[in-house]
């Protein structure tokens, strides 16, 4: 086994999310959301990294790393898992990020996600996305939704991914997988053809620049469904964010064709559990007839928030609602919940309103 092979082999057996490798230092892994450097390690030299990066590109990789280029990419270890994994340069040493990507198929009710993530993998067209911060569960949840879709009902689902994370395999559902790069040069040219490959639901890895969030919108318009990410921290900043793709006098047809085709928005981020491990407080929004008016009218846009915390009816939640329910179910400490929301002092005034006690000020930051 080649030493880098080695390090992810004890990355997975430690539980840890992420592996980071840098010349000068010992290898450092993410655990339940702390970086921890491994004292007990020797640190790494330019050579070593070099090295581990060689081994682990693609012939076809290669050309673009030694022109100096960050190089993403997935990497499968035998009996130990798929890593998604960034080669990058600094102070002209090589350095690397691992990310492990669980192969486990998991059940929402597994992950922790509320019964509207669910009910939006039912849907039959429209835009549904899921936003979060990096490492807040995004990949896991669209491979779960793709997974159940899969299971519970037949179609052609196409993924557009750069790298492809989770593999699936033909269950009800025929799936075709394809790398940017490698089965398409990008997202652009993939979704300009994807609608003539008779799909009932395409993902799109990530949509990040005008082109894409206009080919999605498209496609989800055209009666698909369509799943993707946005690394944006709630649902009104990522309506917002996708507005703000299109230029000024295009912003209002920008909004009628997101208040025509959205169907959903799931937003995570990831708090330590109460006995260990990392539990998703998750904001959901369910397109409705008051959302839609919200998001057609720039100057009402922001009373979205309020609009999901009155929106239990239809699966919806904010995220303090979201942060309650895990503090009222013991999952989460009160410490952590107050550090994971928006306004620490806006929270406290909801747990006391509720009756739950909570820290002295000054005690939490």
Do not use: W
């Amino acid at each position: 086994m080649a030493r880098v092979d080695a390090l992810l082999a004890m990355m997975a057996e430690r539980g840890a999310s992420d592996l980071h490798l840098k010349a000068g230092s010992p290898p450092a892994v993410r655990t339940d959301g702390r970086l921890v450097i491994l004292r007990d390690m020797p640190a790494l030299t330019a050579d070593d990294t070099e090295v581990f990066a060689r081994e682990m590109l693609e012939e076809r990789s290669l050309p673009g790393f030694d022109a100096g280029d960050d190089v993403d990419f997935a990497y499968e270890l035998p009996a130990v898992g798929r890593f998604r994994v960034n080669v990058f340069r600094q102070r002209g040493t090589v350095s690397m990020t691992a990310r492990r990507v669980s192969s486990l198929k998991l059940s929402f009710e597994d992950l922790g996600l509320p019964p509207v993530v669910k009910q939006l993998a039912d849907e039959k067209r429209g835009l549904v996305l899921v936003t979060g911060t990096a490492g807040s569960g995004k990949t896991t949840t669209l491979a779960t939704m793709i997974d159940y879709i899969n299971r519970n009902r037949d179609g052609h689902i196409i993924t557009i991914e750069d790298p492809i994370e989770v593999v699936h395999r033909d269950i009800g559902c025929v799936i075709d997988q394809r790398e940017i790069g490698i089965d398409t040069p990008d997202y652009g040219d993939a979704l300009r053809h994807v609608v003539r490959q008779d799909p009932n639901v395409i993902l799109i890895g990530e949509m990040r620049d005008p082109e894409t969030v206009s080919t999605a919108l498209t496609a989800a318009e055209i009666g698909n469904l369509v799943l993707s990410t946005l690394h944006t921290i709630d649902a009104t900043e990522t309506i917002n964010r996708i507005i703000d793709f299109y230029p000024t006098y295009q912003q209002r047809q920008a909004r009628l064709m997101l208040g025509a085709t959205l169907r959903g928005i799931v937003s995570m981020r990831l708090i330590p559990a109460v006995g260990g491990g990392l539990v998703p407080a998750v904001e959901a929004l369910v397109m409705t007839g008051t959302i839609r008016e919200y998001i057609l009218d720039p100057e009402q846009t922001y009373k979205i928030r309020d609009a999901m915390s009155e929106g239990a009816y239809y699966g919806m939640q904010n995220f303090d609602q979201s942060l309650i329910g895990l503090l009222q179910a013991g999952r989460v400490t009160v410490e952590d919940a107050m550090a994971t929301s928006a306004n620490a002092h806006d929270f406290r005034i909801k747990l006391r309103q509720i009756g739950m006690s909570v820290p002295p000020v000054g005690e939490v930051s």
